[in-house]
């Protein structure tokens, strides 16, 4: 079955830089974009980026450009997420999400990890 | 930057019908999809491509789309299906979440 494990997460100090992964399983990984989508302590879900399934197109929220990258070794089934500049704005649970293409070739988020949670503060 | 707008909250009796609304800039020219958040868990798929239900998903959830606005109704409402539910949408190749509906089963 599908799974997707976020690791990484942890405390930070604004400033400071954290780098989170996610192992997915249970299908091809190279086959398929994949998403980062945040969600800051009682609020809604925030998106956060996306990497083509073969790392050739990524796009980013305007809130996290320039300061995060995301990138994937489809080699080890893992999309990573690069956190520079961390602000305490960045606080949330931090989830990654398969994107698929449904038989009219339109998109869906499927299937998400569990998350994890960053929380900057010094 | 496109939005999508969702009323905070709504109420439903158990065994009545509940309607969520979700409105944005010719969001029927786009696809739209629900997901259902219970509290400490990740998001699920519970709607795609406006009306469509993933597998393992209850008949009682169905969604539509028309205009400015989609729409995710829950028939037949059990006190599992209170969550915070949330609309999405795709804008060009980014990502966009509505703000989301406190769906409170009462």
């Known amino acids: 079955q599908v799974q997707l494990v976020e690791s990484g997460g942890g405390v930070v100090q604004p400033g400071r830089s954290l780098r989170l992964s996610c192992a997915a399983s249970?299908?091809?990984?190279?086959?398929?974009?994949m998403h980062w989508v945040r969600q800051a302590p009682g609020k809604g879900l925030e998106w956060v980026a996306v990497?083509?399934?073969?790392?050739?197109?990524?796009y980013y929220a305007d809130s996290v450009k320039g300061r995060f990258t995301i990138s994937r070794d489809n080699s080890k089934n893992t999309l990573y997420l690069q956190m520079n500049s961390l602000r305490a704005e960045d606080t949330a649970v931090y989830y990654c999400?398969?994107?698929?293409?449904?038989?009219?070739?339109?998109?869906?988020?499927?299937?998400w990890g569990q998350g994890t949670l960053v929380t900057v503060s010094s | 930057s496109y939005e999508l707008t969702q009323p905070p909250s709504v109420s439903v009796s158990p065994g009545q019908t509940a309607s969520i609304t979700c409105s944005g800039d010719?969001?029927?020219?786009?696809?739209a999809s629900w997901f259902q958040q219970k509290p400490g868990q990740s998001p699920v798929l519970v709607i795609y491509?406006?009306?469509k239900r993933p597998s393992g998903i209850p008949e009682r959830f169905s969604g539509s789309s028309s205009g400015n606005t989609a729409a995710l109704t829950i028939s037949g409402t059990q006190a599992m299906d209170e969550a915070a539910y949330y609309c999405?949408?795709?804008?060009?190749?980014?990502?966009?979440f509505g703000g989301g509906t406190k769906l409170t089963v009462l």
């Open positions: 990497i083509w399934y073969d790392g050739s197109n990524k």
């Open positions: 249970g299908f091809t990984f190279s086959s398929y974009g």
């Open positions: 491509q406006d009306s």
């Open positions: 999400a398969r994107e698929t293409l449904t038989d009219e070739i339109v998109q869906m988020l499927d299937y």
């Open positions: 010719k969001l029927g020219d786009k696809y």
């Open positions: 999405q949408a795709w804008d060009s190749s980014t990502v966009v």
